[in-house]
Nanobody, 118 residues
Framework: VQLQASGGGSVQIGESLRLSCRAS????????MAWYRQASGKQRELVAR???????TYADSVKGRFTVSRDNLRNTVSLQMNSLKLEDTAVYYC?????????????WGQGTLVTVSS
């Protein structure tokens, strides 16, 4: 199982970034995917989740600014982040959830750093 995240970087307040996570080694089509983030000194938190048929949910802090999407042909899940705020600074992790016909346990990507500055 591999989850390769990319797209992090340094931006200023109000700018945008798009994160991508390419998955391999499991049946992506049946797997719910998620993005988590962990800011320095804080616990990892769920940012957005997308199920295998495209239904999505978001943390209240990112609703209206972030959009999660998936491409089941390319085994990719993306996170479009707009109107970035200082408090969005964190390491962002791609997550693949266990499912009856997919993974037997949670799997994590290596993380990609997003830094938002003024």
């Amino acid at each position: 199982v591999q989850l390769q995240a990319s797209g992090g970087g340094s931006v200023q307040i109000g700018e945008s970034l798009r994160l991508s996570c390419r998955a391999s080694g499991f049946d992506f089509r049946v797997t719910n995917m998620a993005w988590y983030r962990q800011a320095s000194g804080k616990q990892r938190e769920l940012v957005a989740r997308i199920n295998n048929v495209g239904g999505s949910t978001y943390a209240d802090s990112v609703k209206g600014r972030f959009t999660v999407s998936r491409d089941n042909l390319r085994n990719t899940v993306s996170l479009q982040m707009n109107s970035l705020k200082l408090e969005d600074t964190a390491v962002y992790y791609c997550n693949a959830e266990p499912s009856p016909f997919g993974l037997s346990q949670n799997s994590w990507g290596q993380g990609t750093l997003v830094t938002v500055s003024s």
